[in-house]
Nanobody, 127 residues
């Protein structure tokens, strides 16, 4: 049983920073490829960032590249999304996703590739 638990998020003003984290709450000896997606009001869920199970490969959407950083704590299989220079258009519910294994270097960008999802956390950026 995999139960992804997200922490972080909340309210921030434009230009501010937030960090999200996501981890399997149960005991695990598995390694996961992990990703972050978001759904803004009135829009479909979209890809934000992803990292391979090895941590060797990362990918970002064009809209967050240079502002967001994904990294993974390999010991406890926790993924973090550091979000800097936040913009109003970053306002959304953010979801983490995980899948066991995967490619060493190539992150998974398609939500259909993931098996497990976090509960979602709201990020609101106001001016």
């Amino acid at each position: 049983q995999v139960n992804l638990v997200q922490t972080g998020g909340g309210f921030v003003t434009v230009g501010g920073s937030l960090e999200l984290s996501c981890a399997d709450s149960g005991p695990t000896s598995k390694v996961y490829a992990m990703g972050w997606f978001r759904r803004a009001p009135g829009k479909e869920r979209e890809f934000v960032s992803a990292i391979t199970y090895s941590g060797a490969g990362t990918q970002y959407s064009d809209s967050v590249k240079g502002r967001f950083t994904i990294h993974k704590d390999m010991e406890n299989e926790t993924v973090y999304l550091q979000m800097n220079n936040l913009k109003r258009e970053d306002t959304a519910v953010y979801y983490c996703a995980a899948r066991k294994g995967g490619s060493f270097y190539q992150p998974m960008l398609d939500e259909a590739q993931y098996d497990y999802w976090g509960q979602g956390t709201q990020v609101t950026v106001s001016s």
